[in-house]
């Protein structure tokens, strides 16, 4: 059973918007943070955003400050991630990560983390 599934990506052009989402069981949303890294062809997987479990912490990478937001929902156990003024350098398949500390910081994700499958953003030039 699978327990963080993103839906979400596709193809779109230079400055639109996407907004990624992840579905997670109750075992992998309760008191855990949850996060989004992406990895672009070629590349190692880099962090973009992570959320705390009460919401109070949120931290973005540096190359999308500013453009993408992070959020999540209880009642739906969904994490998002509403990327806006997309670059062709977004391109990336996108992982949603999920961290039972529950602190939101983004080392927390390489030592124990869940992962999704992944979804392909591409944004073309």
């Known amino acids: 059973q699978a327990q963080l599934v993103e839906s979400g990506g596709g193809l779109v052009q230079a400055g639109g918007s996407l907004r990624l989402s992840c579905v997670a069981s109750?075992?992998?949303?309760?008191?855990?943070?949850l996060g989004w890294f992406r990895q672009a062809p070629g590349k190692e997987r880099e962090f973009v955003a992570t959320?705390?479990?009460?919401?109070?912490?949120?931290y973005y990478a540096d190359s999308v400050e500013g453009r993408f937001t992070i959020s999540r929902d209880n009642a739906k156990n969904t994490v998002y991630l509403q990327m806006n003024s997309l670059k062709p350098e977004d391109t990336a398949v996108y992982y949603c990560?999920?961290?039972?500390?529950?602190?939101?910081?983004?080392?927390?994700?390489?030592?124990?983390?869940?992962w999704g499958q992944g979804t392909q953003v591409t944004v073309s030039s």
């Open positions: 109750s075992r992998t949303y309760n008191g855990c943070a």
């Open positions: 959320i705390s479990w009460n919401r109070r912490t949120l």
């Open positions: 990560a999920s961290d039972s500390t529950g602190r939101g910081y983004s080392s927390d994700y390489e030592t124990r983390a869940s």
